[in-house]
């Protein structure tokens, strides 16, 4: 703004030096009439040689002045109009440069940086690029922008939604709880670079996940948000990856971190996958703080039910969430899906009821599906155990990840989970399990089994019996 009244004030400056002024021109005029009256003698002698003579200056000659020199009084009352109009908005325009500048630098003033990372960026460089054409997703706790920074890294800045009273509330909580998900490190945790806010805004800086949430890939359909559609569904290798993967992280948090956090919305859109599909959990901790301030925990077809009943919760909530996301690997349907008649939870639980092979249970668009339908049933049944109505015969996170290994037939990943849990491990969760209830028999069963279910009908949570496949 500021260039362009500069250079209005050029071109006025420019027209005024390329017109001879007044004084210069009423100056050569009484020169020239002075001339004329030695040479020519009275005035009367002068019109009556020539006819139409004026005078631009009063010479008390008796010569009528010229008509065009009100014109070039008027030109020049016009030209020092707009060079004062000029001046007067280039001043203005300086005036509220200088106030905008300050009024930034007083806003900025007022964020407050939390960092759990080195990072190479400000708040500045962040909060530039908050529009919406950098939207990538929402949620029920926010909106999420993907911002790219100097030099040409990317991160993903997840904008909260405000709370009112309920928010003020719970806002130095909120800010102790912050710390500690920054605190966290894990492979399989989205990390929490670092934390910005003000007395109105508070906004999450997570690492950058290329490929985005899981379930833009199990529904290519529904991609978008900036990030590419899936070329094929995914193969099962890459979907059983995924599952051990989120089951690590999940297994942290309940059983190895510090202090033991619950998720509360673990779901398909918050597995988020990096360029190499491996998966990693988002807004770990999130919703438990959201729940402090009235908002309901998880999504549509991932709450177990003790939350719909307001009845206390516990871990066990994930591992029914989680459960869900095992359904949706395998099946390849959507947790809620508007068509359907039902949950996939129910749809599950009555097609395992149905009895018989639960092959046509599984995603057709499955890459060699054939070699995998056994394994990929297995982790059906998981699925199913994982979300069963009774919350004590549901099995932990570690049980749970200990099974999905099972089923990993790929060398380099079950040596890295053999490094990751020793024997020890795993005859704590083997007589954990063998104290449990009659519900928790068929977890057992499929531990025990080396991941086969027992020729013969087992009783798991929830009333149902699992078939053999």
């Not at 990317?154 to 009112?164: D, E, P, T």
Request: glycine fraction near 10%; proline fraction near 3%.
């Amino acid at each position: 703004m500021v260039h362009s009244y500069l250079l209005l004030l050029l071109v006025f400056l420019s027209f005024i030096s390329s017109s001879p002024s007044l004084a210069q021109s009423n100056s050569s005029d009484h020169e020239t009439l002075l001339t004329v009256k030695k040479a020519w003698g009275s005035p009367s002698t002068l019109t009556s040689w020539n006819r139409g003579l004026c005078a631009t200056a009063s010479l008390n000659m008796n010569i009528p002045a010229c008509p065009y020199h009100d014109r070039n009084q008027m030109r020049t009352s016009l030209i020092i109009l707009f060079s004062v109009v000029a001046v007067v908005l280039l001043i203005g325009a300086v005036g509220c440069f200088v106030i905008l500048r300050k009024t930034r630098e007083r806003d900025l003033m007022t964020w407050k940086v939390t960092p759990f990372r080195k990072v190479d960026f400000t708040e500045s460089d962040i909060l530039t690029k908050l529009g919406e054409e950098n939207v990538i997703g929402s949620s029920g706790s926010g909106k999420v922008y993907r911002v790219q920074l100097r030099g040409g890294a990317v991160v993903a800045v997840k904008k909260l939604w405000r709370r009112g009273k309920a928010e003020e509330k719970v806002g130095k909580e909120f800010d102790s709880e912050v710390r500690i998900l920054g605190d966290i490190r894990h492979t399989n945790i989205v990390s929490l670079l670092c934390y910005i806010s003000s007395d109105d805004t508070k906004l999450l800086v997570y690492e950058y996940m290329e490929n985005g949430s899981l379930d833009r890939w199990l529904r290519p359909a529904a991609a978008g948000g900036g990030v590419a559609m899936a070329p094929a569904p995914l193969d099962w290798p890459a979907r059983l990856g995924i599952a051990i993967d989120a089951a690590r992280g999940l297994s942290y948090m309940h059983h190895e971190s510090a202090q033991p956090i619950m998720h509360r919305d673990v779901k398909s859109s918050n597995i988020l996958l990096d360029p190499g599909f491996r998966a990693k959990i988002a807004d770990f901790g999130l919703a438990r703080i959201l729940v402090k301030s009235g908002e309901p925990e998880s999504g549509s077809g991932y709450m177990a039910p003790e939350c719909v009943y307001g009845e206390k919760a516990n871990e066990k909530v994930d591992v029914y969430s989680f459960g869900v996301v095992l359904l949706e690997l395998v099946t390849g349907r959507a947790a809620n899906d508007g068509a359907a008649e039902c949950f996939l939870v129910d749809w599950a639980r009555r097609r395992y009821k149905a009895g018989g092979l639960l092959h046509d249970a599984v995603d057709g668009g499955i890459r060699d599906r054939a070699v995998h339908v056994r394994d990929a049933v297995a982790v059906f049944m998981l699925g199913v155990m994982c979300t069963g109505e009774d919350a004590a015969s549901r099995p932990t996170m570690k049980q749970v990840l200990q099974q999905l290994i099972q089923y990993d037939r790929t060398a380099s990943v079950a040596g890295a989970c053999r490094d990751a849990h020793d024997d020890d491990d795993d005859n704590a969760a083997r007589a954990q399990l063998g104290k449990g209830k009659k519900g928790d028999r068929g977890v057992k069963v499929a531990l025990d089994s080396g991941g086969e279910f027992w020729d013969g009908d087992v009783e798991i949570s929830s009333g149902f019996v699992a078939h053999p496949v």
